[in-house]
């Protein structure tokens, strides 16, 4: 069985869908992996690298890819680089179906079996697999240093003979895998840190890590949440009165943080162009959900907007920004799913379809689009209890990532 890793093509994606590390995993099962020429080498790993490791270097896509029985990336094809799989090929990636329905459309037609990597269940069997975990721990770690660079002072607390230097305020905005790894780093960093979440559920994990958790009624958060976990939708006096409190608390920040995504949906609004206003010169704000629109109002995507002296970060593919790191937890991400339906006598990616994590990333087979929700046959995902009730989901690479795990 031959695997192909293909170069990323799409603008300022650094990540590659294999490590040195992971292709020996991949001969170990048996496999012959071809990767194109040049696919690592923003992620830091050479040709030399690779070869070292046991792959062949492909001197194009195109030759990366024929004959291959499993196709490996990190974003989505472009349509071109579908039109090069083989009928029958399987392609795991970043899919982004929510907002690329024609590719999935386009991979069916193709005949290309599309696997959804962003799509891969919460289940405990599925952990080493989940790769919006592992982007968003690096995005929340990512955004605190880069708010760091930006702000024009220390974050601890210094203590000098010239006198005092207060340590940092920051404020995280969802405390979900990226949010919660924003409040670890920025303690490590010194700041005093505050975070918020819909989820009642995040507020021991929130002061678990040394940090104050906001919100106006603990009390109206209990009774709204789920047995899953999850927040339903919050009174209208609930809201207002959070909004008032949370509008007052981001006037005191140095930094605030906002990690709020909804799958398939625009990111939600959290912070207004009055809050940004309200701060102090010289603060900043990193808003991970600017490729979805932003949850900060004036954040534009792969920007740093100046707003009267606050800077709001719009940075896109934040953890394409630690590429070696991202692409190493991506490549395990990736054979881990592979390696968990192989089929080690016959060598080969063997896929159990009526397995759960399975039917969580199928996208696409035999000419056809099969998952419930791109308009398979079978019956549509429930949205029940979900981000459409109003628990944050936070950012990945631009992909969404159901919070609070």
Known sequence: ????????????????????ETVRKFLALGAAVAVERGAGERASFSDEQYQEAGAEIAGSAAEAAKGADLVLKVQRPTEDEIAMLERGARLVAIMAPHGAPEIVKACAAAGVE???????????????????????????????????????????????????????????????????????????????????????????QVESLGATFITVDEEAMKSAETEAGYAREMSEDFKRR??????????????????????????????????????????????????????????????????????????????????????????????????????????????DWEDEIVKGVALTRDGRTIHPQFGGAESAVSDEGDVAAGAPAESGGGEADAGGR
Request: positive net charge; proline residues 5%.
């Open 1 to 20: 069985m031959k695997i192909a890793v293909l170069k990323e093509t799409r603008p300022g994606e650094t990540r590659v869908a294999a490590s040195p």
């Open 242 to 351: 959070q909004a008032e409190l949370v509008a007052e608390h981001i006037r005191k920040q140095n930094v605030v943080i906002t990690t709020a995504l909804i799958p398939g949906r625009p990111a939600p609004k959290l912070v207004t162009e009055a809050m940004v206003r309200s701060m102090a010169p010289g603060s900043v704000i990193v808003d991970l959900a600017v490729e979805a629109g932003g949850n900060v109002e004036l954040s534009q995507p792969g920007e740093a907007v100046d707003v009267g002296g606050v800077i709001i970060l719009g940075f896109t593919n934040v953890p394409g920004r630690l590429p070696a790191d991202a692409s190493s937890l991506y490549a395990r991400n990736v054979y881990n799913f592979v390696a968990a339906f192989w089929d080690k006598e016959e060598k080969r990616f063997a896929v």
């Open 114 to 204: 599309a696997f959804a990597m962003d799509l891969m269940p919460r289940i405990t069997r599925a952990q080493s697999m989940d790769v919006l975990s592992s982007q968003s721990n690096l995005a929340g770690y990512k955004a605190v240093i880069d708010a760091a660079a930006y702000y024009g002072r220390a974050f601890p607390l210094m203590m000098t003979a010239a006198g005092m230097i207060a340590p940092a305020k920051v404020f995280v905005m969802g405390a979900g895998v990226a949010g919660l790894q924003a409040i670890a780093t920025a303690r490590r960093l010194g700041a005093v840190v505050s975070a918020t979440d819909v989820r009642y559920a995040a507020k021991e």
